[in-house]
T-cell receptor, first 114, second 113 residues
Framework: DAKTTQPPSMDCAEGRAANLPCNHS???????VYWYRQIHSQGPQYIIH???NNETNEMASLIITEDRKSSTLILPHATLRDTAVYYC???????????????FGQGTILTVHP | DARVTQTPRHKVTEMGQEVTMRCQPI?????VFWYRQTMMQGLELLAY????????DSGMPKDRFSAEMPDATLATLKIQPSEPRDSAVYFC???????????FGPGTRLTVT
C-alpha cells in the first residue's frame, strides 16, 4: 500500500471548518483513500473513503486532487468532540489476501478549541 | 446499534502468564482483524481472518501469540508466555469482505509486569 504523509498536529476553532491534508504521491490506480479517526481511549472510527471523485457523508467531505496525489478531509463545523487523531490511509481495492488491511501511520492530532 | 465487543477491557498480569483476549464481531461480518497499539509503534495489524480462516498473521510474533476463530461469533488472541513488551492496547475490528469500513471494538488494555 502507498505511504501517506500528514502534518503531526493542527488546531481549529470550534464552529470553523477543519481542513486536514494528506499527501499520497505514490498512490496507484487501484488504491482508495480512507480516513479514520481515533478519539482518546477509543478504537479508531471510520470517517469516509474515496477513489477519485469528491465524497461527502454526514461526518465529513473528502476532496481528492485530480492527479490523486493528495487529498483533504474537511470537517465543516468542528466541535470539541472532533478532537482526535486523524489517519489518512491508502488501501488497495477488492481482491487478494491484502484486501482489508489497514496500515496506520502517525496521523494528525487535531485539537478543536473553544 | 451493532458494535464489536471485547473482553476483558483491562488486564494486568505477571510476566510468564497466559493471556486470552476475546472479541465478538458484529453479527454477519465475515472479516476480523486484530491490531495492537503502543506509543512507540502506533497501530499495527497482527492478524486477520476472512470467513473464520486466517488470511494473514505476518504481524504476529509466532512463538508466543496465537489467534483463532472457533466460531463466527468469537475471535481470540492468546499470548503465552506474556512479556512486559506485550503491554499495549489490543483492538479487534470486524467488517464485510464486500464492504469498505472496519468497525473497531473498545480495546483491551494489557499490562504485563
Amino acid at each position: 500500500d502507498a505511504k501517506t504523509t500528514q502534518p503531526p498536529s493542527m488546531d481549529c476553532a470550534e464552529g470553523r471548518a477543519a481542513n486536514l491534508p494528506c499527501n499520497h504521491s505514490t498512490i496507484s490506480g487501484n488504491e482508495y483513500v480512507y480516513w479514520y479517526r481515533q478519539i482518546h481511549s477509543q478504537g479508531p472510527q471510520y470517517i469516509i473513503h474515496g477513489l477519485k471523485n469528491n465524497e461527502t457523508n454526514e461526518m465529513a467531505s473528502l476532496i481528492i486532487t485530480e492527479d490523486r496525489k493528495s487529498s483533504t478531509l474537511i470537517l465543516p463545523h468542528a466541535t470539541l468532540r472532533d478532537t482526535a487523531v486523524y489517519y489518512c490511509i491508502v488501501r488497495a481495492r477488492n481482491g487478494g489476501t491484502s484486501y482489508g488491511k489497514l496500515t496506520f501511520g502517525q496521523g494528525t492530532i487535531l485539537t478543536v478549541h473553544p | 446499534d451493532a458494535r464489536v465487543t471485547q473482553t476483558p477491557r483491562h488486564k494486568v498480569t505477571e510476566m510468564g502468564q497466559e493471556v486470552t483476549m476475546r472479541c465478538q464481531p458484529i453479527l454477519g461480518h465475515n472479516t476480523v482483524f486484530w491490531y495492537r497499539q503502543t506509543m512507540m509503534q502506533g497501530l499495527e495489524l497482527l492478524a486477520y481472518f476472512r470467513n473464520r480462516a486466517p488470511l494473514d498473521d505476518s504481524g504476529m510474533p509466532k512463538d508466543r501469540f496465537s489467534a483463532e476463530m472457533p466460531d463466527a461469533t468469537l475471535a481470540t488472541l492468546k499470548i503465552q508466555p506474556s512479556e512486559p513488551r506485550d503491554s499495549a492496547v489490543y483492538f479487534c475490528a470486524s467488517g464485510l469482505v464486500s464492504g469498505s469500513e472496519q468497525y473497531f471494538g473498545p480495546g483491551t488494555r494489557l499490562t504485563v509486569t
